[in-house]
């Protein structure tokens, strides 16, 4: 009997949706031959909330809510992993595949880019690889390290060169060193024409989230009890902290001790303390910060809070402005046995070649939420010069965008359709090969 031809492997959909699905949210949107921070990706929580009133909000849905006054939250990835696909799929129907759904796709004429955190076991990649092609049945499919696709940006204009000229060819720069510090964790990926090394990559176990809960535990015994105000004590993270380069100056002016003087000076908090206004979710009264007033603090003390003339509620902020996101530089502060960002780098890089050295140094790239932290960068680079060879020179760059610059660099990947070739999985394939050969391709073996 002659044997049968094997069928022809179907051509690379037209469209392309890369998803960076991150533990705090998700940043979608679909490749185009030019793509645009603004106008192609968007950001979508990672979550499914229940407000007070018991009313369940899953991903995009909670750009409607008004009132996040003691809301519960749910969260499929834990630790950096995705574990829980019952809550990531509601997720991924509402944003993907529902008739509203500002990036609403036909999955089977969509090919996939998929970002996980690095050194994801095996079983949660299985589980991954099987909900995206039999659960979604996504028409082909690439799933990769999320700071790999960093590499794939215009990384020397991060740095003021703009000479290079943007290429319509997704080309990767040849040495990088991604430092991507997000909710759940902090990653140190160091980057070879545009593959991970694996063996170096380092992960300190400090992001946002433990970020936000140690904030709530000071506000809690200083200020009001918010053990249960996650989101609004996000928010107040956000808006107020900044990284120190000189944590034991900045302990001396927010001292109490220190007061008396400064008041004399008409410098009360030497600059560094504030008030941050609480929200009035009743009246859709967003959160403001605003400069510290000691007459005011003093008259609220003296009326208490529900006085007659007590029209808001505030909280003063001193050295809980630096303190908490000290921790991703001295996690030993609190007692966490884990070595700083600068030490967990050095860690990565003697896992290198010495020759590479000094072009990965030179090409530090920091990545993720906790990068918009004022003075982040700053403190970075200078805890790397204490520690590097004098002969190694050091830059470090922010991106133009941290939350969404892995997804640029896989949108660049995707408008690339010959290099997407060369990655992508097809349906067909997984079908006729099997989910462990898939792990054997994307693990190189």
Not at 203 to 219: A, F, M, P, Q, S
Not at 324 to 335: A, M, R, T, Y
Request: charge should be negative; aromatic fraction near 8%; include cysteine.
């Amino acid at each position: 009997m002659p044997r049968q031809a094997v069928p022809k492997a179907p051509p690379l959909p037209t469209n392309t949706l890369i998803v960076d699905n991150g533990a705090y949210s998700i940043k979608a949107g679909f490749a185009s031959t030019s793509p645009q921070l603004d106008r192609d990706c968007q950001v979508i929580p990672n979550c499914i909330a229940r407000s007070r009133d018991k009313r369940l909000w899953a991903g995009a849905q909670l750009e409607r809510c008004q009132d996040y006054g003691e809301m519960m939250f749910r969260r499929p990835v834990e630790k950096g992993y995705l574990v829980g696909w019952e809550a990531e799929k509601e997720i991924w129907d509402v944003s993907f595949f529902d008739k509203n759904a500002k990036l609403k796709c036909d999955p089977q004429d969509t090919s996939l880019i998929l970002t996980e955190a690095p050194n994801t076991p095996s079983s949660l990649q299985t589980n991954c690889d099987q909900m995206v092609f039999e659960e979604f049945e996504f028409a082909s499919y690439y799933r990769c390290i999320g700071p790999s696709l960093n590499a794939y940006n215009n990384v020397p204009a991060m740095f003021g060169d703009h000479s290079k000229q943007v290429s319509d060819v997704a080309a990767p720069v040849e040495t990088l060193l991604v430092v991507d510090s997000g909710y759940s964790h902090t990653t140190i990926t160091p980057i070879l024409q545009g593959q991970p090394l694996q063996s170096a990559i380092r992960r300190l176990d400090i992001g946002g989230k433990v970020l936000t809960n140690y904030l709530k535990e000071l506000v809690s015994i200083r200020h009001y009890n918010m053990m249960d105000e996650t989101h609004l004590m996000n928010e107040v993270k956000e808006a107020v902290s900044f990284v120190s380069s000189d944590f034991r100056g900045d302990l001396e002016k927010t001292w109490k001790g220190n007061r008396t003087a400064q008041l004399a000076q008409g410098n009360v908090g030497g600059g560094v303390v504030v008030d941050y206004v609480l929200p009035d979710y009743n009246t859709h009264k967003k959160g403001i910060v605003r400069q510290y007033d000691p007459s005011l603090a003093a008259k609220v003390r003296k009326l208490g809070s529900t006085g007659e003339d007590a029209v808001e509620d505030f909280m003063t902020l001193g050295n809980e402005r630096f303190a908490v996101p000290e921790l991703l530089f001295s996690p030993g502060d609190v007692g966490m046995k884990e070595a700083g960002l600068a030490e967990t780098m050095m860690q990565s890089l003697y896992a290198i070649p010495g020759a590479l050295w000094p072009s990965m140094l030179a090409n530090v790239i920091a990545v993720g939420g906790n990068v918009l932290i004022p003075g982040f960068v700053e403190r970075l680079e200078a805890d790397i010069r204490q520690l590097t060879p004098a002969e190694c020179p050091v830059r470090v760059a922010r991106a133009p965008d941290p939350v969404k610059s892995t997804w640029m660099g896989g949108a660049k990947l995707g408008s690339d359709r010959e290099a997407l070739k060369g990655l992508v999985v097809t349906r067909q394939e997984y079908q006729e090969n099997g989910a462990s050969w898939l792990l054997r391709r994307w693990s190189g073996g």
